[in-house]
């Protein structure tokens, strides 16, 4: 007999091999019809694999984000069987499942697929699902394993099986398909009930340049079709909210391939929104104690060999730029935490000045692959939010939490309701990967989950996650049409502090080293703004929006009030234009409406008379007349209520 250890702490008794169908199965049919995987220990496995020692369990259902990556995962294999059946020869790479669904990289050979295709391959998928077939877990030697791919001439999963040491190796066989793979899957095929294919992408295999571009084939299946009903809705929602195409109507930045992939340009309506988040910010951040600085876009490349950056991002950076004197070389800033460190350098420190806080907006440039760009979430050129902030040992819990409520301000400011926590710490299996003492990592990691908890925060420990140089705390937040992002992130860093060799002279006049808090709130202005638009659809908030009113003369003879409305409003801060165009008032409304412009301000012969505006609020119609200052007055009070 072993001892299993339920959710909420209870033991119960079974004979050993017990799988975790059969303990759902004990705990009630209904939970055994639902559940599609079981975490045993630490790791999630099949419901059908034995258990074979005392465990604690989890089982998982669709609910739960581990039960869709599961259904996720054996649909990519199931898609993966309809391909090979339909279209014989076609080699696989890698099948993952992902946030939403699942993506399998596909060697077609001669053969053309388009999403054309989608149709008869879905189809395929629904037949043999409809076949319950097993997924059956093999674990099998590594000689058998390359004799198996051999035969099949699949030059990708060979390579992937050189990489694996013997005995780690397992196969899933589900109908007629084999696939080398760690699972976990389902017990079979038949909780697939809906599926949609959705899309087609290049990918290299490996994400190497250099090697032959693969067919990426995305999709995402249900376990009930009304479920891929609502999510095709919420697709079409998503595309409505894009920010590539509200950004153009919103005539907020651009991209030219003259200037570069990757390297956005804000225009003038954009720039000023940029700048509202930057001040906003930079209040949030004088209240705190931080200092504003300015570092070069470049650094000599030693820079960042002392700092670690070359070795572990070196090839995601741009190359290395030489000057005249031999030898000599410099690098575009991949971080602005260097450059930082080199400022707490310039002059030596007390105790008694720490912490020291120092903050910048600075622009930083990384080398993302052309095939991995995206609007402004995926780009080569952004600015980070970026602070770091220098302390004693003592002071590193009350600084982190210090930085929490700031992210929480941003938050709550910008109508981020939904959010969890995520730390990262290290993968307790492979702590080559990071640099710095075992003592230091355990004191940075024990700090964060303090503050976390002191926080009365909702938060998740993610093992392997951790930045190289130490652990972090990330907000994950849902938007307003349930899409989770990762936005502000603070990372604690005992590593650059050494790298550096920073130090402050301590009350028993020794030499200390500070400990250092990597901050970003917004995590970079380009991937905020992009998210704060889908956020929004456009529709951003009175104090963020670049054009607060707009006044609309019902015919050129009130041009001149307009005007006269417009300056007055200004000098109270409000931002609002004239649409002096010869179109008709319903037109204008209409037009305002599309741009997302809170208030409309009609003017005509009884408003020029009584020095009045009619007020017109979009989602809400007529408001009536106010004076000019009442109504800059109402715009001053609700900023003052959003912003604080």
């Not at 920010?243 to 109507?249: A, S």
């Not at 930079?282 to 060999?305: E, F, M, S």
């Amino acid at each position: 007999m072993i001892n299993i250890t339920l959710p909420d702490s209870s033991v119960r008794q079974y004979n050993e091999g017990v799988t975790g169908l059969e303990i759902a199965r004990s705990i009630s049919e209904g939970l055994a019809r639902n559940v599609l995987a079981i975490k045993v220990n630490d790791m999630v496995w099949d419901l059908t694999r034995p258990i074979t020692t005392d465990a604690a369990i989890r089982l998982f259902t669709w609910d739960d984000e581990e039960g869709k990556a599961t259904m996720w995962h054996s649909s990519a294999h199931l898609m993966a069987e309809a391909i090979e059946q339909l279209y014989p020869g076609t080699k696989f790479g890698i099948g993952p499942d992902i946030e939403n669904g699942f993506y399998y990289d596909i060697d077609f050979g001669d053969q053309q697929i388009s999403s054309d295709d989608f149709k008869k391959i879905e189809d395929k998928m629904l037949q043999l699902a409809r076949e319950k077939q097993s997924y059956v877990r093999r674990e099998v030697p590594k000689s058998e394993a390359i004799d198996h791919f051999t035969k099949k001439g699949d030059e990708y999963k060979l390579e992937l099986i050189n990489d694996l040491q013997d005995g780690t190796i397992s196969f899933y066989e589900s109908g007629s398909f084999t696939d080398l793979c760690r699972g976990p899957h389902l017990p079979d095929t038949s909780p697939i009930k809906a599926v949609k294919l959705l899309a087609t992408a290049g990918a290299y295999w490996r994400g190497d340049e250099k090697r032959k571009m693969l067919t990426r084939i995305y999709g995402i299946t249900f376990p009930k079709a009304s479920q891929l009903t609502d999510y095709l809705t919420l697709l079409e929602e998503a595309k409505k909210r894009d920010h590539r195409k509200l950004g153009r109507e919103l005539e907020l930045f651009t991209f030219s391939q003259k200037v570069g992939q990757g390297l956005p340009i804000w225009l003038p309506k954009g720039t000023a929104l940029r700048e509202r988040l930057e001040n906003f910010l930079k209040a949030v951040q004088k209240k705190g104690g931080y200092q504003q600085v300015i570092t070069p876009h470049i650094g000599n490349i030693d820079l960042y060999r002392t700092s670690g950056h070359l070795a572990k991002y070196g090839k995601d950076s741009f190359q290395p730029i030489s000057t005249p004197v031999e030898g000599e070389q410099y690098m575009l800033k991949p971080m602005n935490c260097p450059h930082h460190c080199e400022i707490y350098n310039h002059k030596p420190h007390s105790y008694k000045e720490l912490p020291i806080r120092l903050a910048e907006f600075g622009t930083v440039y990384r080398y993302e692959q052309s095939g991995e760009l995206h609007g402004l979430t995926r780009v080569r050129s952004f600015t980070q939010d970026d602070a770091h902030i220098f302390c004693r040992p003592d002071q590193l819990k009350e600084e982190f939490i210090a930085v929490i409520d700031i992210v929480l301000h941003i938050f709550k400011t910008l109508d981020f309701k939904d959010f969890i926590t995520q730390i990262s710490i290290r993968d307790p299996k492979n702590r080559e990967k990071y640099i710095g003492s075992e003592e230091n990592w355990e004191k940075a990691e024990s700090a964060i989950i303090e503050a976390v908890q002191e926080k009365g925060l909702k938060a998740i420990i993610e093992e392997g996650e951790a930045a190289f140089y130490g652990p972090k705390l990330d907000f994950m937040v849902r938007d307003a049409i349930g899409r989770k992002w990762q936005l502000g992130t603070i990372q604690v860093d005992y590593n650059l502090p050494e790298r550096f060799e920073l130090e402050y002279i301590g009350s028993d006049n020794q030499k200390h080293r500070p400990v250092m808090i990597h901050r970003a709130p917004f995590g970079s202005m380009e991937r905020f703004v992009a998210v704060l638009l889908e956020h929004t659809a456009g529709k951003f908030p009175l104090w963020l929006t670049p054009t607060q009113a707009t006044i609309l003369p019902i015919s050129e003879k009130y041009l001149d009030y307009a005007y006269e409305v417009r300056n007055q409003l200004e000098s109270m801060d409000v931002r609002a234009i004239v649409d002096d165009r010869n179109e008709k008032t319903g037109k204008k409304i209409r037009d305002a409406e599309l741009q997302r412009i809170p208030y409309m301000l009609i003017v005509g012969e009884k408003e020029e008379a009584e020095k009045l505006v009619s007020v017109r609020k979009q989602g809400e119609g007529d408001l009536g007349t106010q004076s000019i200052t009442e109504f800059g007055k109402r715009i001053e009070e609700e900023v003052k209520n959003m912003v604080g």
